[in-house]
């Protein structure tokens, strides 16, 4: 018997294992299957000393319960959320009341739990059913230090935007 | 075709496991690190008041685990202690409010900011903490 005669009847034999692997393999993929990071857990991480105590992703709207840990009263200058798509995710920033701090900032006392809603949320793939990698960026001030020197704080959301 | 489909077995558990495991230990390092620098910081402000309470001359010695991640420490004001890090996530600041005067040497101070050489690197240090007449004065043992 040839060589080819033999590799002739090899594919032969096994070509539709090959095919039917193929599209096995195919409608797995289709259908999300080698989408791994799913599996992930959802998570929301911050430093502890503005500690997340739950958060939910919806379809332009992003929540998350901050609590403030420092010790210390502050005044939020500023809160952001991006992501690291080419044309990065975009929302609307919550806003508090203003308190004892400067015009366009917000006042969040010690030991308070605040829920912050992120909304108008667009680009970036922020799109129901997908899974989205969110980073949240703080920058606040102690209101009791003289010189209100400003701290950046970050954090990062993972979830399925339901 | 039995070595193929071994091989491919192996590999269809390996990658995605790979896969999941990078990505859990990348969120799981930033909460180790930021564990490890709270304990860090508020090591040295609870003893910073501690001492300082305890009466002028009062003073002690810490042995702290500086986490990789700290590219700067710095006192602010003389109540905030301050740790600049480095994560995945980008450049943030750690902070801890202390609720006595803290000061360091002065060679290292530039108008209301001191920074801390010896917290600013990681590894093992051992930081004296001494209280003064109206502060808890900080620096290398």
Redesign the interface.
Known sequence: MGKSQASLEYLTTYAWAFIAISITLGALYYFGFFDFAKFLPQKCIFPEQFKCLDFSLRSNQVNIKLVNNLGENVCVKSMSITNDAVTPVSCTSPIGSQGACAASEWQWDYAAEKDLSFTSCSSGGYLSGTRAELKVTMVYYAINTPTKPLHTINGRINGKII | ?EYLLIIALTLGIIV?TT??FY??SK?SS??LV??QL?KLGRTIVDTSETIFYTGEGSKTVLELNVPDNVVNAQI??G??L?FNIT?N???????F?SNVNLTTNGANCIA?VCKLPDLSNSGFKKIRIQATKSSAFIDTA
Do not use: C, H, K, S
Not at chain 2, 89 to 95: A, Q, S
């Open positions: 075709m995605p896969y999941l990505n859990y969120a930033q909460e930021d564990a709270v602010v004001d109540r905030e301050v994560t996530f980008g450049d943030e600041e750690i902070v409010i209301n």
